[in-house]
């Protein structure tokens, strides 16, 4: 008997397994094998799930050649071995009572409880899941991903849902085609989804892997106009995200961004609508470059910024420039009003080159330095708290959270100016703590505080540059602590190593002193979904890593009984992991 690998790791995973959808290889022994496969397992207790909710899946054109079935025998031992490791109950045949899925739905939408224990994880789909042509990229390739990964126990996904694609022709004409077809093909999964309102350029930033413009018309504004761009002192324009001096002016064919940005997440909530609160379950709302709230002030392209340099400020469109005069006057500080400061270095300085940013003396701690990075990181805020307003206003009562986010910048942090942080709009030094009011901000909106760099260890970085990850990362669970909004994590970069797994479950579980308790972040979200993360290797590793995460701090299993039922999940699911790896490289 031959049978379709995503039914050996629906029966594994629990999902239940229709009959007319078993697989024969052209034998006489095929009718008994389904029937020895359809005969229920002894003391193996299933949950057996609507069958509106499972996907009919299409019937491979070959049979699969799994080991662990055998076409005479029905079930080997060794697969209901496996089946006993994962089957959720051990007891006898059930269903699911539908007001506790209810309920759990309920609880779902509305955050985690006290008694829920454990960190849903995500993953990020990649960058170009869906094409220039507002089509699905590599369907056969993203719907063996999407099986594999639910089977693995991975909570949803997450999914850059591109202004320069959907809205690229014409104002106010929006193109949903590929999107559609990625959510509705997360829902057939059964996998929730962190949809990222996207306003930025892809291209130009760490582990870009594709460019996607803004939209012409907004292009075209720009090239009229160059001082819609971020700026540095130096005249050099970045178009990666609009520059928020001019938020609150038309200056996009007649509406201003943040109108912009407002009529495109009303479109997307209109279009979704089906979909939000049961599949949507967050909007993460871009407000700056990467999607993050923060000015480019580190652009890796073509090589401006090089890994650990301090970076630049981003103030000098004329845009930027009429907002920091009108506050210098306010301040009956006219003089300080002309420009940004200019003895601040260059992206690749470090701080003791400079003179604004050198622990001694250094001009961030006089009148003038405090007053403008109080302005500059200001700034930032108010940005914040302009689209999160129109956010909230949108996705209000329909059960989705909104979450923003903010890059861990971690270089540099042991000195005292903490130079990159300050260029990129945070205001915090060894004297202030930037996190804090940002917490505070994204509080009044009920939003979600993710951040990055939660796989880092401070030892792995170079230590001349002083950076500290680690202490960052516990700085800014402290300040959502303080202003009492939850936490979410993300790893900067890609990682499939052990080393950086239990990194993850350390910063995750919010230890951060005697009154932690049983808090823990409210997802984390793993980057990224590629052919490497399918290597057998890498796959057994993460596998083990979601199942760690699930189990949550507070409980009482081993790891090592956890990783051993992974090496039978792992086991099982091989031919189908290989199947996502081979279309995703293709």
């Known amino acids: 008997m031959a049978m379709n690998i995503t039914f050996q790791i629906g029966a594994l995973a629990g999902t239940p397994i229709q009959a007319e959808s078993i697989t024969s290889a052209s034998t006489g022994s095929d009718s008994s094998a389904a029937a020895a496969w359809k005969t229920p397992i002894p003391s193996i207790r299933c949950k057996i799930i609507k069958p509106e909710t499972i996907e009919q899946k299409s019937q491979p054109t070959s049979p699969c050649r799994s080991p662990i079935l055998s076409g005479s025998n029905g079930i080997r031992p060794d697969l209901s071995v496996a089946c006993r ?7 006898e045949f059930m269903t699911l009572d539908e007001s506790k899925a209810a309920e759990e739905e309920k609880m779902y939408k509305e955050g985690k409880t006290e008694k829920e224990k454990g960190v849903p994880v995500y993953v990020m789909m990649p960058l170009d899941s869906v094409t220039m042509g507002n089509t699905l990229n590599r369907k056969k390739a993203m719907n063996a991903s999407l099986q594999a990964l639910k089977s693995a126990g991975v909570e949803g996904l997450m999914v850059d849902v591109w202004w ?5 022709d014409a104002p106010g004409v929006y193109n949903w085609g590929g999107y559609t077809e990625l959510l509705e093909m997360a829902k057939r999964h059964g996998l929730k989804v962190q949809a990222v309102m996207s306003f930025h350029q892809c291209g130009g930033n760490v582990g870009d892997s594709c460019t996607i413009p803004l939209p012409k018309w907004a292009v075209e504004e720009i090239d009229k106009d160059q001082d819609l761009a971020y700026t540095d002192q130096w005249g050099r324009r970045n178009h990666e995200y609009i520059s928020l001096g001019c938020d609150t002016l038309p200056v996009l064919k007649g509406r201003t961004p943040v109108q912009c940005y407002s009529d495109f997440m009303r479109a997307f909530r209109d279009n979704f609508k089906h979909l939000l609160g049961d599949t949507i379950v967050e909007i993460q709302v871009g407000m700056g470059p990467a999607g993050e709230l923060r000015y480019p002030s580190y652009p890796e392209q073509n090589g401006t910024w090089r890994f650990p340099g301090i970076g630049a400020f981003q103030c000098y469109d004329k845009y930027m420039l009429s907002s920091l005069k009108a ?6 500080k006219p003089e300080w009003g002309s420009t940004g400061p200019t003895d601040a270095g260059e992206y690749n300085n470090w701080p003791e080159d400079t003179q604004f940013f050198r622990k001694e003396g250094g001009g961030w701690t006089s009148p003038y330095g405090e007053f403008f990075l109080t302005w500059y990181s200001q700034m930032l805020l108010d940005h914040g708290e302009r689209i999160l307003s129109s956010a909230k206003a949108t996705f209000e009562n329909i059960g989705v959270k909104i979450s923003v986010k903010i890059a861990g910048i971690h270089w540099h942090y042991g000195t005292r100016s903490h130079a990159p942080e300050l260029t ?9 703590d930037g996190y804090l009011p940002i917490a505070r901000m994204l509080a009044r909106h009920g939003a979600i505080f993710n951040f990055t760099c939660i796989e880092m260890r401070d030892h792995e970085q170079p230590q001349d540059a002083l950076c500290a990850p680690e202490k960052l990362v516990r700085q800014v669970a402290l300040a959502t602590r303080e202003a009492d909004i939850p936490l979410a994590g993300e790893n900067a970069l890609p990682r499939y190593d052990e080393y950086a797994h239990e990194q993850i479950l350390q910063a995750s579980s919010l230890n951060i002193d005697e009154s932690s308790d049983d808090k823990e972040m409210c997802a984390f979200t793993y980057l990224r979904m590629n052919p490497h993360l399918f290597q057998p290797d890498n796959w057994r590793r993460f596998v083990a890593f979601v199942k760690k995460m699930k189990e949550g701090k507070s409980t009482d299993r081993c790891w090592e009984e956890v990783e051993r039922e992974a090496e039978h999940f792992v086991h099982v699911s091989q031919p189908l992991v290989q199947e996502a790896a081979v279309a995703l490289m293709h």
């Not at 320069?164 to 690229?168: D, F």
């Not at 506050?327 to 009956?332: H, L, S």
């Not at 990129?424 to 202030?432: E, I, K, L, V």
């Open 85 to 91: 490791a994962f089957a959720t109950e051990t007891l």
């Open 164 to 168: 320069g694609l959907v809205e690229r």
């Open 327 to 332: 506050a210098a006057e306010a301040a009956g």
């Open 424 to 432: 990129a709009g945070y205001y915090n030094t060894r004297f202030r």
